[in-house]
């Protein structure tokens, strides 16, 4: 792949709008301009295990303009890197971040509604004593870390084309659920929004109803409500409500609750064992269901 492939995507007229957007355009003649910064660490994001002469090296046979990327040291780039910072990088990605499924993609639709994955990771952060202050990671039982600081992400994205529609960094101590609270303005009607255990949870649940969208997410044993009713399919109706503890803080955060969830659990062998999914798809005749 060539790394030309960057300014097709992130164009020069996106890259510099972004750049003036937060006013990190140079005030005098610079080695490292801020442009080529931003394709620079496009790049180290292209080639992560790569060090930064690798990327260098790539990146001067692939970019105009990039050859004065040669002539400097690492710790001009770091200082260049700081310069930047992260809003420009950010406007960026909220730029181009979004739907590419057609209705001829494959494995992009089931019955109707567009099929979303939302998922959760961490990335290890370089040992530095600034990562260090700012960003924690694991630690053992009695509080002492171990190993390298860590971020933590959730991405919403569609599983047709893998496409990135929204994510959330957060640090490693963040709840990957209460970051997906903050993607769940990406989805909406004729959305299905897929997830793993976790995830669930009647503030959840509400968080990607309310834009319309439908869920399909795999509960853990204590998630499965109170029985309501049972289906013809053999899935069943359950209901949950959120504790008052619950309840009392999404009210003072702006995000009132309702005062129960309905939901559909369908039961399904794994390993031999019994696991189950939570959908807010109801009626399992209907399309979607």
Same mark, same amino acid.
């Given at each position: +792949?060539?790394?030309?492939?960057?300014?097709?995507?992130?164009t020069?007229?996106?890259?510099?709008?972004?750049?003036?957007?937060?006013?990190r355009?140079?005030?005098?003649?610079?080695?490292?301009?801020?442009?080529?910064?931003?394709?620079?660490v496009?790049?180290?994001?292209l080639?992560a295990?790569?060090?930064y @002469?690798?990327?260098?090296?790539?990146?001067?046979?692939?970019i !105009? %303009?990039s050859r004065?990327?040669?002539?400097?040291?690492?710790?001009?780039?770091?200082?260049a890197?700081?310069?930047l910072? *992260?809003?420009v990088?950010?406007?960026?990605?909220? *730029?181009?971040?979004?739907?590419?499924?057609?209705?001829?993609? !494959?494995?992009?639709?089931?019955r109707?509604?567009?099929l979303?994955a939302l998922d959760?990771?961490?990335?290890?952060?370089?040992?530095?004593?600034?990562?260090?202050k700012?960003?924690?990671?694991?630690s053992?039982?009695?509080?002492?870390?171990?190993?390298f600081?860590?971020?933590?992400?959730?991405?919403?994205?569609?599983?047709?084309?893998? %496409?990135?529609?929204?994510?959330?960094? @957060?640090?490693?101590?963040?709840g990957?659920?209460?970051?997906?609270?903050?993607?769940?303005g990406?989805?909406?009607? @004729?959305?299905?929004?897929?997830?793993?255990? /976790?995830f669930?949870?009647?503030?959840?649940?509400? &968080?990607?109803?309310?834009?319309? &969208?439908?869920?399909?997410?795999?509960?853990q044993?204590?998630h499965?409500?109170?029985?309501?009713?049972?289906l013809?399919?053999?899935s069943?109706?359950?209901?949950?409500?959120?504790?008052?503890?619950?309840?009392?803080?999404? @009210?003072?955060? /702006?995000? !009132?609750? !309702?005062?129960?969830?309905?939901y559909?659990?369908?039961?399904? +062998?794994?390993?031999?064992?019994?696991?189950?999914?939570?959908?807010t798809?109801?009626n399992? *005749?209907?399309?979607? %269901?």
């Open positions: +792949m060539r790394i030309g492939i960057l300014t097709k995507v992130f020069a007229e996106l890259v510099d709008a972004a750049i003036a957007k937060h006013d355009a140079e005030q005098r003649r610079r080695l490292l301009p801020a442009r080529l910064v931003v394709y620079f496009l790049a180290l994001c080639f295990r790569e060090s @002469g690798e990327v260098l090296r790539v990146l001067t046979s692939g !105009p %303009g004065a990327l040669a002539r400097v040291n690492r710790s001009s780039l770091c200082r890197r700081s310069r910072g *992260e809003d990088l950010e406007t960026l990605f909220r *730029e181009v971040a979004g739907p590419l499924a057609t209705p001829d993609t !494959p494995g992009a639709w089931w109707g509604p567009r979303l959760g990771t961490q990335f290890d952060l370089p040992d530095s004593v600034s990562n260090g700012t960003s924690d990671g694991p053992t039982t009695g509080g002492i870390p171990f190993g600081s860590q971020v933590r992400v959730v991405v919403l994205a569609e599983i047709g084309t893998h %496409g990135v529609l929204d994510a959330r960094l @957060g640090g490693y101590r963040d990957e659920r209460s970051l997906a609270y903050q993607l769940a990406s989805s909406g009607s @004729g959305d299905l929004v897929i997830a793993d255990r /976790g669930w949870s009647v503030e959840f649940a509400h &968080a990607f109803t309310v834009t319309g &969208a439908d869920l399909l997410v795999r509960l044993s204590n499965l409500g109170t029985l309501q009713e049972e013809p399919d053999g069943y109706l359950s209901i949950a409500r959120p504790g008052k503890e619950v309840r009392l803080r999404a @009210g003072r955060e /702006g995000r !009132p609750l !309702p005062r129960h969830t309905i559909r659990v369908i039961t399904f +062998m794994k390993d031999d064992k019994a696991a189950f999914l939570g959908t798809l109801l399992p *005749e209907l399309p979607g %269901g």
